[in-house]
């Protein structure tokens, strides 16, 4: 992106019982994009709770997505690991973009409208706003890209909107900035948040629940069956595996035979993802097996991935005064970038600073 510096911002909440689906469908990701680019990777705790504020195990969750972050790879050296609450810029420039964003914006927000469910009229308020501190986290440090996946599409071109109507309101306070960039499509116009770009994709972006392949795998389903916990230990990710919804018929040999058949192909692209390869390229060694033998092959894979990981883990949280450190160190990182946004931000406006 012209004349931003690249950097990546994403974040995690820490709800408790990370699974397989947040393991592939974000944390993978993350580690691979810190080869690439710099890196910004929050526990976004301010985040959880728009659904419930009083929450005594958001200590031990933050940790946890923490320990999470470090056993699969991510180096808090390279990058800034730390979590939300640590930073007040992220609550400040939410309530800018808060006067930025229009409610017509936030009504269309269909995330609002599946969590809010049909009591809406006693959602809090920060459920509702909860784009704009998701718009406030990624432009607090001028974010490139944002991984994403397709249920978060949309709370990005929110993010894009609000940044181009601050960008637009503000245009003649922005363009007498030296720390602006130019717009590229307009002679004279310049920017001071970019417009951030989706890196959309991944292995397994979307991984589907064990006992239901129309489903995520969430850790709010009922059934601890339908999700692999990135703790649990090689009897209980074999047991899972074992007694995962599948149907009669042997694997096929081609991708185009998983169709209609969602639990099937739920597992072959576990399989895929967890072995760095394709869909196909597992057809291709599985094609006409039954699943009885091709669960077998999984429950070995998932093991030598997962074990690993999940021993880490239990390792760092058995230390929560080193996480707590890496936390410290890294809030204090990303709060240097964010208060020199945070300055820019108020001249901008027209705020005094003492």
């Known amino acids: 992106m012209t004349g931003f510096r690249e950097l990546v911002f994403s974040g995690v909440q820490p709800t408790g ?15 691979a994009l ?29 940790r946890e997505v923490t320990a999470a972050f470090l056993a699969s790879g991510i180096d808090p050296r390279r990058n800034i690991v730390f979590n939300q609450s640590q930073v007040s810029g992220h609550a400040e420039l939410a309530w800018i973009f808060n006067c930025v964003a229009r409610i017509g914006w936030m009504n269309r927000m269909t995330q609002f409208k599946d969590k809010a469910g049909k009591d809406r009229e006693n959602a809090s308020l920060g459920l509702l706003a909860y784009p704009s501190l998701m718009a406030a986290d990624i432009l607090l440090y001028r974010a490139t890209h944002v991984p994403v996946g397709e249920d978060q599409k949309q709370h990005l071109e929110l ?8 960008n637009n309101d503000f245009q003649p306070a922005i363009a007498a900035r030296a720390d602006s960039v130019p717009a590229g499509d307009e002679a004279g116009s310049r920017q001071f948040f970019p417009l951030t770009e989706p890196l959309i994709g991944g292995p397994a972006a979307r991984v589907m629940s064990l006992r239901d392949g129309s489903k995520k795998m969430s850790k709010s389903d009922p059934s601890d069956f339908s999700r692999i916990n990135l703790t649990d230990d090689r009897d209980a990710i074999a047991g899972k595996i074992r007694k995962a919804k599948t149907d009669p018929e042997p694997l096929p040999s081609e991708e185009a035979g998983l169709a209609g058949r969602p639990e099937a192909d739920n597992l072959v692209g576990i399989y895929a993802a967890l072995a760095g390869t394709d869909k196909a390229a597992v057809l291709g060694d ?69």
């Not at 526990?43 to 200590?59: G, K, N, S, Y």
């Not at 993010?159 to 601050?166: E, G, P, V």
């Not at 429950?299 to 390792?315: C, S, T, Y």
């Open 34 to 62: 810190q080869e690439r680019y710099d890196c910004i990777y929050c526990v976004v705790d301010l985040h959880a709770i728009t659904a419930e504020l009083h929450q005594p195990d958001l200590p031990s969750q933050t």
């Open 17 to 31: 019982n990370l699974h397989l689906g947040n393991y592939l469908g974000a944390i993978t990701r993350f580690v």
């Open 159 to 166: 993010t894009r909107d609000i940044a181009q109507k601050f």
């Open 286 to 354: 599985f094609g006409g097996a039954q699943f009885s033998a091709f669960k077998a092959a999984l429950v070995d894979l998932a093991v030598d991935v997962l074990g690993p990981i999940g021993a880490e883990m239990n390792r760092l949280q058995a230390d929560p005064g080193h996480i707590d450190a890496v936390l410290a160190d890294g809030a204090g990182r990303a709060r240097a970038i964010a208060d020199e946004t945070m300055r820019a931000v108020k001249d901008i406006v027209g705020m005094v600073r003492s």
